[in-house]
DNA sequence: TTGTGTTTTATTGCCTCC
DNA sequence: GGAGGCAATAAAACACAA
């Protein structure tokens, strides 16, 4: 048996066999009388059960009373749904099956919505990260030469002492005072040398340090990392090997050196 | 006009709550 | 145990390109 499942397809099959009747003066074609007894069978099961009732679309009014009252509550207590049923000539079970459809559209939209927020959110996340792992690198190969620019002065520094020391044997026939006077001097220069540059490159550490604590306050919500646990003053701890370790973009940062325990 | 994808209305089966 | 909610699904209605 042919199936309409549109009022128009059926309209327009109507139309034509009545055309074609019209012009050949035959009876009904087989189709269309099995399309009228389709017919006739649903208005009686209509008439007989509602339960076969041709699926038919509510009308604009219906739905914008009903979207009107989703968007005042999307639950439907009983007196509401028999209130509404009655406003909108509906059966109550149509009022309640609206408002299951439509908290499940709202449902898949809300859950599109978060999405959208959830992925934008990542995205400007993953950025962040990456501009840090960018600073965190170049952080780290400034910490490199810095460590190599303090080696480069100590060598320098031992050097100078020692031929300091050979000039001063060369002159044994100096006096005994003299010999100390100028000795104490050239010990003094020495580490007075010594220690400027240590100043010169610890101020520079310091520096160093600083910058990268507070792109480690920036970076904490990636990795946890407590900047309140590592104060400055502790940061003399550190020797250069250790410092160039913790900002090294191979290596997480850990915290062991100060605490053992973790 | 027709095929196809989307939306809307309705059903079914399961679960929870009172 | 009945009422109501939800997820999954069917099927009708609709939109639209070819």
């Not at 003299?178 to 520096?207: G, P």
Request: charged share 30%; proline share 2%; net charge negative.
């Amino acid at each position: 048996m042919k199936r309409f499942h549109s009022s128009d397809s059926v309209s327009a099959f109507i139309s034509s066999e009545e055309d074609r009747t019209q012009k050949t003066n035959e009876g009904y074609s087989s189709d269309f009388q099995a399309m009228l007894n389709s017919l006739e069978e649903e208005d009686y099961n209509e008439e007989t059960s509602h339960v076969s009732e041709k699926k038919r679309r509510l009308t604009l009014h219906q739905v914008k009373a009903l979207e009107k009252n989703f968007e005042v509550d999307n639950k439907l207590e009983p007196e509401r749904k028999l209130k509404l049923a009655e406003e909108l000539c509906l059966q109550p079970r149509q009022v309640a099956i609206w408002f299951q459809n439509r908290r499940a559209r709202w449902k898949t939209k809300q859950l599109e919505r978060d999405y959208s927020t959830l992925k934008v959110n990542y995205e400007d996340l993953r950025l962040d990260y990456s501009n840090l792992e960018q600073k965190n690198e170049a952080l780290a190969q400034k910490a490199k030469e810095l460590k190599a620019k303090l080696r480069e002065e100590k060598v320098d520094c031992r050097h100078s002492v020692r031929d300091e020391c050979r000039i001063s044997e060369s002159d044994n026939n100096a006096s005994v005072h003299s010999q100390n006077h100028d000795f104490s001097e050239n010990k003094n220069s020495s580490a007075i040398t010594e220690d400027h540059s240590n100043v010169s490159s610890s101020n520079e550490l310091q520096n160093c340090f600083h910058l990268t604590d507070s792109i480690a306050i920036m970076g904490n919500r990636y990795q946890g990392y407590q900047p309140h646990l590592m104060k400055l003053e502790e940061q003399s701890l550190f020797g250069v090997e250790e410092s160039c370790n913790f900002f090294s973009v191979d290596q997480a940062p850990t915290l062991h050196c100060y605490f053992p325990g973790l």
